[in-house]
């Protein structure tokens, strides 16, 4: 059973949400909460697997929320949600920890899938959505750093390959194609680079990648 915290300042939203997840076997909401610190409170007492977060909240907001959960309470995945689909807070969230964000008019069957990827330990974006978001906001947020941080050095010249087609948008039977390899190897140069780079999934390292200048808007080919 796949457990949810909902968070939502609308409680006509929450209640929504808890009858799309509650009708599946394998979900099950054990708690709602209509602002950030309410979502912290309920996280530490609840240890859900996965919290759908709302990004726009009055007092504390989704994303410093998020930032919250994660740091404390690693094995809790963050699913953003957001009304608009090109939105900085959407940024934020990922750099913030959450694997993955949806657009709140998702259909019902689009968020039980999003529930069940970032449970399984994946990012719920699709990976040429998430590089057109990262390209027109993580540039104009933050300049490239003149000097590259440890953590890129010190990955090999194949795991910064494998990092760039990431940032692409390419899956991983892609990337074996292009790198022409195993997919089992771009497997396990994705878990090296990860490792590296201490993030938890693809959202992350896609952040990473665009704000060291790995990549740049409109290099999704």
């Known amino acids: ?15 929504g949400f808890r009858m799309i997840l509650n ?13 950030g610190e309410e979502a912290l409170a309920l996280a530490r007492d609840l240890l859900p697997d996965v919290v759908l977060m709302d990004l726009h909240m009055p007092e504390t907001d989704g ?12 094995g809790v995945r963050v699913l953003a949600l957001s009304t608009f689909d090109l939105d900085e807070y959407v940024v934020e969230a990922l750099r913030a920890g959450a694997s993955g964000f949806l657009p ?20 719920v974006v699709a990976p040429r959505l998430l590089t057109r978001l990262i390209g027109t906001f993580v540039r104009a947020v ?4 003149a000097t590259m941080p440890p953590e890129l050095a010190g990955l ?3 795991e910064r390959e494998v990092l760039v087609l990431i940032a692409r948008g390419r899956s991983n039977p892609e990337i074996a194609e292009t790198l022409d390899v195993a997919a089992s190897t771009v497997k396990n140069h994705v878990t090296s680079l990860f490792a590296k780079l201490g993030v938890r999934d693809r959202a992350q390292a ?13 290099t999704t080919g």
Not at 23 to 35: F, I, K, M, T, Y
Not at 104 to 123: A, F, T
Request: charged share 30%.
């Open 23 to 35: 009708a599946q076997d394998d979900l099950s909401v054990v708690g709602e909460a209509g602002d």
């Open 104 to 123: 709140k008019d998702i259909s019902p069957e689009e968020l039980l899938e999003g529930v069940r990827v970032v449970h399984r330990g994946d990012s």
């Open 1 to 15: 059973m796949i457990r949810v915290l909902v968070v939502d300042d609308h409680a006509v939203v929450r209640s």
């Open 63 to 74: 994303v410093t929320a998020t930032g919250w959960i994660t740091a404390e309470l690693p």
């Open 142 to 145: 933050r300049p490239r750093p």
């Open 206 to 218: 896609v952040v990473i990648a665009y704000e060291a200048g790995f990549v740049t808007p409109g």
């Open 156 to 158: 090999t010249d194949r």
